[in-house]
């Protein structure tokens, strides 16, 4: 106990300190490059994205924990010791053969491709009113890069995660894979004016992701990459048109509530 809680302690500490200088970064760029120089910093919908900062990780945590749990159990309850620590540290069956940083190259891409068909299933008409919580930011910047219900969050990256691990990647290459989401996902929910130019297919840009918030009617159902747009290229949904940037964010004639706890109730009531 005396070893455990200075870890626990420690760790808080490092994150606190790591997400600290990351949200530093992201307000010092949206004030030097914004893509939208109006949309105001102390605006509508904060208090709801602060609370969403502080609940939804921990919800997140709390079912990954459970499920890896769960799976482990199921996986390797007869395994010895020496077996657990080496699928932490190297993952199992043919996989394990490889390095943890090809390791998290590869399920980088795989959960990428992965969550762009989950996206383009919370956007149709049964799944939409869990994904439209995360649309319903009338300004997209840093601090609405959580607001997710957290079924749309469980599904879409909960699970992809712990389906990495029964896969065999090791739980390192998943980590620095999820460490590197985080960085990837509040970049693009920032407002900055990054286009990434001729590398715009390769990469999601901040830009190509307000297309995808926009409530305009030309970018509805487009740009559904976590990272890479090719995806979109691939399947039909890119729009980024040239030296033209979305104005409007939110979603249209929905009447999603404002608050973090009747945004919880809302996707219920929609469903038939
Ligand atoms: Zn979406
Ligand atoms: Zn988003």
């Not at 890896?68 to 010791?81: Q, S």
Request: net charge positive.
């Amino acid at each position: 106990m005396e070893l455990i809680i200075p870890t626990i302690t420690n760790t808080w500490i490092h994150l606190f300190y790591w997400l600290s200088g990351l949200f530093a970064v992201s307000i010092v760029l949206e004030f030097l490059m914004p893509c939208n120089p109006d949309q105001p910093k102390l605006r509508k919908g904060m208090l709801t994205d602060i609370l969403y900062f502080f609940v939804m990780p921990l919800l997140t945590r709390l079912v990954r924990i459970l499920l890896m749990a769960i799976g482990i159990y199921v996986v390797m309850h007869n395994a010895k010791p020496d077996d657990v620590m080496s699928f932490i540290t190297s993952g199992y069956g043919a996989l394990s053969k490889l390095p943890v940083w090809g390791q998290s190259a590869i399920a980088f891409i795989l959960s990428d491709i992965l969550i762009y068909w989950l996206h383009r299933w919370f956007h149709s008409a049964r799944m939409w009113p869990f994904h439209a919580i995360h649309h319903s930011s009338e300004h997209v910047d840093w601090l609405s890069t959580y607001r997710f219900h957290p079924i749309n969050s469980w599904i879409s990256f909960t699970m992809v995660d712990v389906l990495m691990l029964f896969l065999g990647f090791s739980p390192i290459a998943i980590t620095q894979m999820a460490a590197f989401n985080t960085i990837y996902s509040v970049m693009v929910h920032s407002n900055v004016n990054w286009t990434f130019g001729p590398f715009r297919y390769l990469f999601a840009s901040p830009v190509f992701h307000r297309w995808h918030h926009t409530a305009q009617a030309e970018g509805m159902d487009k740009n559904f990459a976590p990272t890479f747009p090719l995806l979109d290229i691939m399947f039909g949904t890119f729009y980024m048109p040239e030296g033209r940037r979305p104005e409007r964010y939110g979603v249209d004639g929905a009447n999603i509530p404002s608050g973090f706890f009747s945004q919880m109730i809302w996707p219920f009531r929609q469903r038939r």
